[in-house]
């Protein structure tokens, strides 16, 4: 070896080992925050924050079956009072009536300042005489049984008043006096993480600690055999990264071992195998290093992304070994093949350079991985590659194999008329679909497998969980703030909901009424002289007994000087989780959140609520807000995608000075991705952004194929050796990633199928119009 | 050797004759018990009666009087129909409890799962008119005395959280026909049903 090879083989080393520490060092996420676009207005702001780390992010549902009911009951029991002494957790419930009481007890203390019916009036002679006479009517109802002995302390019935507020919010069934599902069969339990939803390694943490506390109290409720299901952000969060890890590195596995299998037959030579995945690790490594240097972190998408690298990377090796002749060297062949290799390399990049700065962090770490990984495989193959090939080395099957194929290529030019049939049908089944060609729902977008997807569904249906619907978005300055306009917006939406236009809603002012609001209800409450004189006068004629609301007198005079309920008071009950999801702090200020119920008319509710500021008070519907962010976001990726077409047409058009050479090369890779798209939408999927970032793939190891078969190609000397590195290049590509179609993270089989197909079809196509004139082939 | 045994067996001879002697003739009362009473009721398809309920409310000086009428259908339906002083209807189904006071413009309907101390309390008079002693027991212990023509069933819950609201129900009876109930509040209030003639 010459000392320049030398020196170029040690950087790569030194580059090798630099890669691999930083990415031993790099930070691994799953936020679907970063596939969210990084500059959304304030609405959609708030709606990824909330995702990211809100309290309905940090949720955890949990459900327990495969057990008799009442066996299942002790063991929810168990795990409940096993998770309340975790510190992992800051909520846990299961229904049991131990935790409502404390809940009970806490609204029955302050319910002079919840009650939103406390006014002046409401303690004046004649206002205590109606309560009195409305609860003479209620001791005669059975319903006196449900709302408990209470008279002699709230004769004006307050505690009814903050209850009622509770009431149809819905709720789970009961069964042994705790949640189950509506069938029985499964115990329910709640728990809220301390962490939030996005701090995956912490909610893998909370995760384990649930688990190990169902193993240690399952045997200990004898209750072998009972299983355990979690479901929720973070536990999708967790498996999602768990899974791409695991699906990425058992298929990368399993597509680098056919590949090898397919090369090794081709090669017959374990060292030029070796050798050929040098480009591919060198590129892998390079794209997590950079990716990893330029964002802070990897999301685990572009890290099942590394998988597919393998399918454009390995195939510049291929060519260099399949086009040596047993005459030359490869380095003889490099100079021969490189400009093709090379421009090939530059369409992908230019490909995937659109995406680099699309805005989304999510994308542009897959832009970027591509195009490092890319550029780097490309240079190790041209430059540290052929120091390490054996001399004298040549791939003999490709010999063997050539004139075969150039006989079958002589024949493919016939299949050009049902191959514009293919196309045009194609355009026509893709154009007739419309939009409905793309899924639009943002659940598409989730990493987590669809069954534990149907799991989370079902169990927020047994909880009554709220899904996302449609509420008012409050906005403040300060806690009292919101908490104020909270409570204007709630007084609107009361009015509304008298003329039916909705059916209810639930406001944190509740449950935590703004300091104003509990002051004007504390001074509402008369001193004890003039109470005791107006509750004298109204029971005057009444068959009520003398003496019997003393208590009353006593705990109103107490509330008026009671200090005001604040959120760290609820923080100490099971109300604070509900105070948590529906007020928070966010970057730009406090929130409130509204949730709607039975909305029957989302125009007159809009038209209702334009009495107040917009900027503060905001009608927002979740699922179409989240669905039109993903659309834009979908409709931004597929602008890159074209302008990334259209920056591979321009580099062509510029290398290669012809526009009909350009066509030759572009045709059948436009044909392939058209037929492709077809296909899917044939076999009922949807297309989304994953599938659109495949297809981008599609065209960067197609564009290699119409490269070397393009006639004017300088690399094509030797027509059958060509011929049979592309095909040997197709073959491991269509194998890499048909196995990776087998995967169960949704995106990388969505991948995997969708440049298996297309790298397929652009081979095929790019050889039926080659053959353009027989005398070609 | 066999006199003695002839000795014996007259003496057995008699002893049962004596000993079956008034058991037959107390036959009905020897053999009637829970099961049967419950059998009994258990027959009657549907009833409608008038009531009249009084309330001894600690909170009152005076008892509240009620009266409406009270229907049953087998196997689920109760109804109570107050009339008087104010127009109530309590309607269970089922699973399904429903709770109209037109004065009040109210009405709920809920899950009796959801409550059990209400479900317990419903179930002393449904599980009672229904003859559906496993039901009443997985609420109450129970124990009945007195004979077919005039019996009183005592009904103690079973439940911590249902013996806070109600320490004893005491239903009393003629026949397949029920004449009271008196249900005993653990805070001291009681109340007493009078149950009068069939309605049509």
Known sequence: MKSPARRRVGIWLGCVLACAIIVARSQYGADLAAFLPSSPSPTQRFLVDELREGAVSRLILIGIEGRPPDELGALSRALAARLEK??????????????????????????YVLSPAVTAERFSAAGIRRALEQQLDLLSSPASMLTGNLLPRDPTGEMLQVIERFQGQGGPGKREGIWFSADGTRALLVVQTRAAGFDIDAQEQALAQIRAAFEAAAPEQHAAGARLLVTGPGVFAVESRAGIKRDAMRFSLLGTLLVSAILLFVYRSLRVLALTLVPVASGALAGIAAVSLAFGSVHGVTLGFGATLIGEAVDYAIYLFTN??????????????????????????????????????????????????????????????????PQGYHVRTAAALGPALMRWLSHAHRLRIPLLVLVIAAVAWLAGRGSTVWDDDLSSLNPAPLRMQRVDQQMRADLGAPDVGVLVVVRGDSEQAVLESAERASATLAALQAEGILAGFDSPTFYLPSAGAQRARQQAIPDAATLTRNLAAAADGLPFRAGTF??????????????????????????????????????????????????????????????????????????????????????????????????????????????????????PLAAAVLVTAGILLATGTRLNIFHLVALLLVVGVGSNYTLFFERGNPGAADPQRTATSVLFCNLSTVAGFGVLGFAATPLLSAIGTTVATGAFLSLVFAAILKARSPQQG | MHGRNGVLAALLLALSVISVSPARSAEPAAQWGIERLMLQLSQVEHSQVRFVERKYLKVLKAPLQLSGTLSYTRPGRLEKRTLKPKPETVTVMDDKLTLENPGRNERRVLKLRDYPTLWGFVESIRATLGGDIKVLERFYRVELEGGPAKWQLYLAPREPSMNEVISLIRIDGSQARIDTIEVQETRGDRSVMKILEDVP
Do not use: C
């Open chain 1, 550 to 667: 003393a208590a009353f007198v006593e705990e109103a005079q107490a509330a008026k000087r009671r200090a005001p309920v604040t959120s760290q008071d609820l923080a100490r009950t099971g109300l604070g989780l509900k105070l948590q999801a529906l007020l928070a702090q966010r970057r730009d200020g406090w929130f409130a959140m509204l949730p709607l119920r039975g909305v029957s008319d989302m125009r007159l509710l809009q038209a209702g609520l334009s009495k107040h500021d917009r900027s503060q008070v905001a009608l927002l519907d979740m699922k179409r807000e989240l669905d039109v962010l993903y659309r834009g976001y979908r409709l931004r990726a597929l602008g890159f995608a074209v302008l990334g077409a259209v920056a591979i047409v321009v580099l062509l058009m510029l290398t290669l000075r012809s526009a009909k050479r350009s066509w030759d090369v572009v045709a």
């Open chain 1, 86 to 111: 975790n510190e992992h957790f800051s909520y846990v419930a299961n229904g049991a009536q131990e935790g409502w009481r404390a809940d009970g007890e806490f609204l029955l203390r302050n319910r």
């Open chain 1, 324 to 389: 040596t002749a047993p005459d030359s060297t490869p380095k003889t062949t490099l100079q021969r093949i490189w400009p093709t290799l090379r421009l090939g390399m530059a369409t992908s990049v230019f490909g995937f350079g659109a995406m680099l700065f699309s805005g989304f962090s999510g994308l542009s770490q897959l832009g970027l991985f591509s195009i490092a990984g890319l550029v780097v495989a490309v240079s190790v193959t041209r430059w540290v590659l052929p120091e390490l090939v």
